[in-house]
């Protein structure tokens, strides 16, 4: 599924910000993170919604995508104190 590699291209961003956080190799800002994670989060969002079909297999498959990439969307209004402390911000 396309919108998945999207998801996680998305969740990848986030992860390898904060393990070159955590390394001491770069200090990114929390906006940044978020924005590069959101460019393929959204793409992956509006792409599931656009596959959703009437039978109830597919809509708990495409269920999994929208979440996925509206997780990636959501993260820094949900996490975004602890994003920050992590970033060391």
């Given at each position: 599924m396309r919108s998945m590699t999207l998801a996680t291209l998305g969740w990848g961003v986030v992860w390898g910000a904060l393990g070159l956080s955590k390394?001491?190799?770069i200090e990114p800002s929390l906006r940044l993170v978020?924005?590069?994670a959101a460019m393929p989060a959204m793409l992956g969002l509006?792409?599931?919604l656009a596959t959703l079909r009437a039978r109830?297999?597919?809509v708990f498959m495409a269920s999994i995508a929208v979440f996925a990439n509206?997780?990636?969307l959501a993260l820094p209004w949900i996490f975004g104190e602890e994003l920050?402390?992590?970033?060391?911000?």
């Open positions: 390394l001491g190799a978020c924005t590069l509006a792409y599931a109830r297999a597919w509206g997780s990636v920050s402390a992590a970033f060391g911000h």
